[in-house]
């Protein structure tokens, strides 16, 4: 059975820094590609980061490009996304996906979990 877990989400002050951490199990991870979106309420599920089976290729949405930082351990299963100079805006629950592509669209991803709630603080 695949599982993704979301964890590391809490309250944080504006200009804070968070880390989020998806752990997974029931596939092989080394060979998938991880993304991570948010919601915030009442909006659609937007893209935040996916990162290349192998780690070395990134992709960020322009909203959080600078801030954001994601990265992989395959010999851990986990996939992480780093959160620094947080915004209220930033402020949704944060999910984290797998699939065999970097997409921004969240339809391509295979794989959910069931999320992690980021609150900013201003």
């Known amino acids: 059975q695949v599982q993704l877990v979301e964890s590391g989400g809490g309250l944080v002050q504006a200009g804070g820094s968070l880390r989020l951490a998806c752990a997974a199990s029931?596939?092989?991870?080394?060979?998938?590609?991880m993304g991570w979106f948010r919601q915030a309420p009442g909006k659609e599920r937007e893209f935040v980061s996916a990162i290349r089976r192998s780690g070395v290729i990134t992709r960020y949405a322009d909203s959080v490009k600078g801030r954001f930082t994601i990265s992989r351990d395959n010999a851990k299963n986990t996939v992480y996304l780093r959160m620094n100079s947080l915004k209220p805006e930033d402020t949704a629950v944060y999910f984290c996906?797998?699939?065999?592509?970097?997409?921004?669209?969240?339809?391509?991803?295979?794989?959910w979990g069931r999320g992690t709630q980021v609150t900013v603080s201003s």
């Open positions: 029931g596939l092989t991870f080394s060979s998938l590609d």
């Open positions: 996906a797998a699939g065999a592509s970097t997409s921004y669209y969240s339809g391509l991803y295979d794989y």
